[in-house]
């Protein structure tokens, strides 16, 4: 850890909102621990709703003032001075979410840079967007205009705070929106990073407002009568809850929420092909990963044989301090995070799936919060194991008799968020790409793409994030006529 990062992970006593740090309501505070030591690294302050409801005010002054009149290119130019600031400090962030979430080095620059590449996508969209246009129809001439959706309340993870804040504050400022972001507890050090960002970016005061807390004070945000959009990353559970407080009230919601991804292996699918990209997307970032592919679909035929390659590949996995530039897994996140995964682990053996690597702690590291990558095999895809988000390292091998079979399997899911297919046959990966029902889903690799639109089918979510799909989640439309 360099000294500059233990210098970033510090104590913080204060809020980002109205564009300076402001004192909080109450005495509360929220510990800060990590996954690797599982000892306290810092401190910020537990947010009441009176936090909550000072964000809201200064984020509603922002919109109702002189940010919902600026131009396109002006909220463009805001969005790539703050892609800049991020870009500069990308080591210090990976460092810092080393820490606080435990992510190799690695993982951390990966993901802050496509923090990076996404406000850099919202900051030009400005040329390929239209927010006004002139329609002729037989009742005469139409404007079209497309304007702001108002206040955002954004609700992000642990997981990945700062890409999961550009999925967000990149459409919503393009847009003409301004934002109350919300991070979760278990992370908040990359967040407060992310505000001396924004504060050294010159984004103008309210226009991204940060306060980081727990499910009371989000809750306040998402039945706020002056937040107009909710946009939320999260698990389905947390997902059905704000959509029914949404509901209550019409506001408009986006859902990011939770995966248990397909990989279907053709026939003549080679092992060398197919395992490079196959087992990083199932147990990277720990498994921690909406879209993890943690349901990989093979020949019957094959079992045995992608079973004992993968065993093998996942044995070869290093684990352990994420500042070793060696370590490939660091540990999960929280200790209520190991407890599940290695209740699912139980599970599955109890269900009937056998180990064929891992399932238990790694040796040699007694503290933090460490689990081995697990592989079962002899899964049925109606195993809470196959059908449940696990959160963790963790796959299910599941045979199939036939692609009609292995679609099946893959859409036997209440999720559909992303998804992959290994074969040569192109009309069979036309095939399975046509009628898996998913957001995302891959030929021959494995991955996430950011800057083209993601999201899910089913429990997955509710609407789409990166591209200009992402962007048209905040706007409202208005149809004018002209005699």
Not at 56 to 74: I, K, L, M, N, Y
Not at 169 to 189: D, Q, Y
Not at 192 to 201: G, K, P, Q, R
Not at 426 to 436: G, S, Y
Request: net charge negative.
């Amino acid at each position: 850890m360099s000294a500059s990062v233990q210098t970033a992970i510090r104590d913080y006593d204060k809020f980002f909102i109205d564009g300076g740090w402001v004192t909080p309501s109450g005495g509360g505070r929220i510990d800060v621990i990590s996954p690797s030591t599982e000892e306290r690294i810092a401190q910020v302050p537990d947010p009441t709703t009176s936090d909550i409801d000072s964000a809201v005010a200064s984020a509603r002054r922002a919109f109702d003032g002189p940010w919902r009149r600026t131009t396109p290119a002006e909220r463009g130019a805001v969005l790539g001075r703050l892609a800049d600031e991020i870009e500069k400090r990308i080591p210090q962030f990976a460092e810092v979410f080393a820490a606080e979430i435990g992510a190799p080095i690695a993982v951390g620059e990966n993901f802050h840079g496509k923090a990076v590449a996404m406000l850099r996508q919202f900051a030009a969209f400005h040329e390929q967007v239209s927010f006004s246009e002139e329609r002729e129809d037989a009742d005469g001439t139409f404007r079209i205009i497309r304007e702001p959706v108002g206040v955002v309340g954004a609700i992000i993870p642990w997981n990945g705070a700062v890409a999961a804040a550009a999925f967000k504050l990149g459409p919503a400022l393009a847009a003409g929106c301004t934002v109350v972001l919300k991070p979760a507890p278990e992370g908040p050090l990359t967040s407060y990073m992310l505000a001396e960002c924004i504060e050294a970016a010159g984004v103008p005061s309210g226009v991204v407002n940060i306060v980081p807390g727990g499910r009371e004070v989000g809750e306040h945000l998402v039945t706020h009568k002056e937040v107009d959009k909710i946009a939320f990353t999260g698990s389905t559970a947390a997902g059905k809850r704000i959509a029914s407080l949404c509901g209550e009230r019409i506001a408009r919601v986006t859902l990011e929420l939770g995966g248990k991804s397909a990989a279907i292996v053709g026939e003549d699918a080679r092992l060398e092909d197919v395992l490079p990209t196959l087992l990083p997307a199932g147990i990277g970032h720990t498994g921690q990963v909406c879209a993890a592919i943690t349901r990989v679909v093979v020949p019957r035929s094959r079992a045995s044989e992608f079973a004992e390659a993968m065993a093998a590949g996942l044995s070869q996995v290093v684990v352990g301090d994420p500042y070793d530039p060696q370590t490939m897994l660091g540990p999960l996140a929280a200790e209520r995070q190991r407890d599940r995964v290695e209740e699912y682990i139980a599970l599955g053996k109890s269900e009937g799936a056998v180990i064929a690597v891992g399932g238990g702690r790694p040796a040699g590291l007694e503290r933090g919060w460490y689990v081995e990558p697990t592989l079962f095999t002899d899964v049925d895809n109606g195993m809470r194991i196959a059908q449940e988000e696990i959160f963790g390292p963790v796959i299910s091998l599941i045979p199939y008799d036939g692609i009609d079979d292995a679609i099946r399997i893959a859409n036997d899911s209440p999720y559909g968020l992303s998804g992959a297919v290994y074969t040569n046959d192109r009309d069979v990966a036309e095939k399975v790409v046509r009628e898996v029902r998913t957001g995302q889903i891959y030929v021959n690799e494995a991955g996430m793409c950011v800057t083209q639109p993601f999201g899910g089918f089913k429990q997955s979510g509710l609407g789409r994030e990166g591209g200009l799909e992402g962007l048209s989640g905040y706007l409202e439309t208005k149809a004018v006529k002209f005699s």
